[in-house]
């Protein structure tokens, strides 16, 4: 699909001129990760056109805190009448209650980065339709789930082709106190290296221009602003190409169901390229 139909399907669909009637069909399915031991659930959104028998793109969509798996289909219905317009599969994992999409150095059943990376995504090629490769995987994410999606995609750029961020902790160093983080890692002021290690800002240097595409969404009343406008300086300072959208908004569903049409675009036109 061209990037002209592309604008002209998305400007329709944001302003209602067309149908609402699709048939993309959502399932929930079990898989096993050996690295934690145990059974973790993830809703698959595959597009109507799924049945012709087409490999098709994937999109990882991950939830916020104390959220998991069912968050953007139950909160944000949107997400799968997405899947017909871009004609993508759209993969909800669960990160857990507070995962942040890391490895944790504390408590080693913690292990979710190895789960997304190197777990769900051959797990996800095993049982579908799927473009095996980089140039038909993307990653994003509300919140907590924003991080980890530029996480993982930072440090495994032959994964993902394309990821993004809404509401993104981008970096979790001034926030030593909240949301679960001094256990996953350790208190802040005990393990400084651990936290510089796993937020997002600081792995800005292992990506060079073009190597993977990038769109990063955050309102301007959101508490993670500051945190990504820095991250967008710092990446603009190491001449890393990519999208940033600020708009008024706040932390909240209402934020994030308008903002995953903006991702999915971006997304549907890496894959067209």
Known sequence: MNKTRLLLLFAALMTGAVSTSFCATVDTVLTFSPSMKKNIKAVVIKPDSYAAGKELPVVYLLHGYSDNYSGWVTKAPNVVKLADVYNVIIVCPDGNFSSWYFDSPVDTTWKYETYIVKELVPWVDDHFKTIKNRKGRGITG????????????????????????????????????????????????????????????????????????????????????KVNCSLHEKLLFNNIPHDFISRPGKHNWEYWANAVNYQLLFMSRFFSL
């Open 142 to 225: 509300l919140s907590m789930g924003g991080h980890g999606a530029l996480f993982l995609s930072f440090r495994h750029q032959d994964v993902f082709g394309v990821a993004g961020s809404m509401s993104g902790g981008v970096d979790i160093r001034p926030f030593p106190l909240n949301w679960d983080l001094s256990k996953r890692l350790g208190k802040y002021a005990e393990h400084p290296e651990r936290w510089n290690a796993n937020t997002v800002i600081n792995c800005v240097h292992l990506l060079t221009p073009g190597s993977l595409s990038l769109i990063i969404d955050c309102g301007s009343e959101d508490f993670f602003y």
